[in-house]
């Protein structure tokens, strides 16, 4: 998995870039010598903040002039900064010991567009967490699994997949990508989809035993759901690559 910076939640940043800055104060023990980030920026497009050589980046001191145009978070130490106008900034990072650096962030009247990068699943393995739905009034049940990746990706990730049940109750489901912010904005980590096997016309699920094959890098696993008035058991019997837990859920 690639090394990502993690940003504001569904926005993306170009990665950090080392600049010269104004140095204000210099009582600092640390080797602190920059301030690390891009300095123009479109509206919405977040910057990722840092101090070069500190030792402890969580413990900086961050502020924005003019204020009331920024929004600003922290992940892993890093500053992030959002503006929602055009303008000029000032950033300011305090650090232990009194060091403070500045710099200037211009933004322009162009609005920021995230781009995303699609990539397969390869060296990946699948959770398939079981759940049934039912809903009493409409007189309908139905089955459904939320898979999750073992892999960690960006957290704001979106995973591309197939599903349907047929006619004849033949479950299946197919994992085609991951598509991934090209700078995560949201931390790293497993990332999961619900797969809904919702059945058309809508009715009860009724006792039986019905396929189930699900597809991952190439490979087709497949197995069994047995439906009884009492419980829904699978008949799976893989310990890797596609797996299902718990094997069964009561009705």
Known sequence: MKNLIYLLPGLLVVLSITQGCKKL????????????????????????????????????????TPTGFNTESTVNGIAIFVFSKSGAYTIKGTAEGGKTL??????????????????????????????????????????????TTVNSYCNSSRLDISSYVDVNNNFTMGFLDI???????????PVSVNVNYTQNP??????????????????????????????????WNYTSGVTISPKQISR
């Open 102 to 147: 500045a710099a200037t962030v211009t933004v322009s009247d162009s609005v920021y567009v995230p781009q995303y990068t699609t990539y397969p699943f390869t060296g990946d393995q699948i959770l398939l967490t079981p759940y049934l739905h039912e809903d009493k009034q409409a007189d309908t049940a139905y089955i459904y699994f939320t898979a």
């Open 202 to 235: 809508a009715r009860a699920l009724e006792n039986g035993t019905y396929p189930l094959s699900v597809t991952l890098n190439g490979m087709t696993y497949t197995g069994n759901i047995v439906v009884t008035s009492a419980s829904i058991s699978f008949d």
């Open 25 to 64: 104060d210099d009582n600092s023990p640390q080797n602190i010598q920059t301030i690390q980030g891009k300095r123009t920026l479109k509206i919405n497009q977040p910057d990722s903040i840092s101090l070069d050589g500190i030792v402890n980046p969580s413990s900086v001191k961050w502020s924005v």
């Open 179 to 189: 598509v991934e912010p090209d700078v995560c904005t949201t931390g790293e980590g």
